[in-house]
């Protein structure tokens, strides 16, 4: 089981990353639910990604 990493300062490595957010440069467009859409970008070969504001409610 992988673990998920949620508190500000958490650093994830890998060799494919996949990230989300809402602004990014050079994304693509994926529907999330109905009108909702947002933004992807794939990070490859020694990738990096930290968490700048963890979350307020974990569902």
């Known amino acids: 089981m992988s673990q998920i990493y949620t508190k500000e300062g958490d ?3 890998g060799n494919k990353i996949v990230a989300e957010a809402r602004k990014i440069s050079d994304p693509i467009i ?3 639910s109905g009108r909702h859409k947002s933004q992807r970008i794939i990070l490859k070969d020694n990738a990096m990604c930290r968490i700048a504001k963890k979350y307020k409610f974990i569902k």
Request: positive net charge; aromatic residues 0%; hydrophobic residues 50%.
């Open 11 to 13: 650093t994830l490595k």
């Open 30 to 32: 994926i529907v999330k």
